[in-house]
């Protein structure tokens, strides 16, 4: 029962989905299936919002992953070091984490402020006058901002996952370059970074599926119309079927990000194939 449930529930709607992404349906009536057509898809191609969208979706992907990443890696580095307070630091770096989408971008509109936020205080207390701005209004910084507060949300994360792997590494290859006068960054350049795969792997799974899910986060800050600075295929998804009636638009734009889904796992679960198989 729950395998027939989940092929008609979750299967079954994502073939819908896709059939009806062929039609013309505007939301009203019946969708006409006797002419299925790839015409939407051509319209994709031509069109600007479309294109700008999907370029903000890939730069958010890469760019939140890769900083991420990076943080991520540093954190558990940290840590691993076996500092004082680990526990409480490790809490402190995953406690924003626990938070949604809609409380992260509250908090980040206020610290983004132009008038009286943190981050323009900082840096007119700083001298840097020149660089206080209107973060999430500027439509040259929007995508930017939102790449901070997504990174400050989600890096404790990757700094998680990490921190497993480096665990699992044995102490004798470290203590052997220790031995050998290798410098400490060296030491994890050479010696243990490279033995990291699987968890960078995994890693980047999962923040590219929740660089996708950050439609949450912008339409609190910006509804459904955040203009081309911040603007995201599940966004303009969501614009395009329930505030313009255009389903069929919207289905097509859907299936777009069904297929960025799995360019973002396959390779991970090719990579775990080809693991198992050694």
Not at 2 to 7: A, D, N, R, S
Not at 242 to 252: E, L
């Amino acid at each position: 029962m729950p395998t027939l449930l989940l092929g008609v529930f979750v299967y079954g709607s994502i073939l819908w989905n896709v059939v009806l992404s062929l039609t013309d349906f505007r939301g009203f009536g019946n969708p006409d299936y006797s002419s299925l057509d790839v015409e939407l898809y051509q319209q994709m191609l031509n069109d600007p919002t479309f294109i700008t969208a999907a370029k903000n979706t890939v730069l958010l992907m890469g760019g939140f992953t890769a900083v991420c990443l990076i943080v991520g890696l540093g954190l558990a580095i940290l840590i691993d070091r076996e500092i004082r307070f680990e526990g409480s630091l490790r809490t402190v770096y995953l406690l924003p984490m626990s938070l949604s989408f809609v409380v992260t971008s509250i908090f980040w509109a206020w610290m983004f402020n132009p008038s009286n936020g943190v981050v323009n205080y900082l840096l007119r207390t700083a001298g840097l006058d020149f660089l206080a701005n209107d973060w999430f209004g500027d439509p040259a910084t929007q995508l930017w901002a939102i790449m901070i507060a997504l990174v400050w949300q989600f890096s404790g994360l990757a700094m998680i996952i990490y921190l497993a792997g480096l665990r699992k590494i044995p102490t004798e290859q470290y203590e052997a370059a220790q031995l050998d006068g290798a410098p400490v960054w060296i030491r994890y350049l050479k010696v243990i970074v490279p033995q990291l795969k699987t968890s960078t792997f995994s890693a980047i799974v999962i923040l590219l599926l929740f660089s996708l899910k950050a439609f949450d986060f912008i339409y609190v800050l910006y509804g459904v119309n955040p203009g081309p600075g911040a603007d995201i295929l599940p966004v303009m998804m969501y614009r395009e079927a329930f505030d313009a009636n255009n389903w069929a638009y919207g289905s097509s734009i859907a299936v777009v990000l069904l297929l960025a889904t799995f360019a973002a796992i396959v390779p991970y679960l090719y990579y775990q194939h080809k693991k198992d198989l050694l």
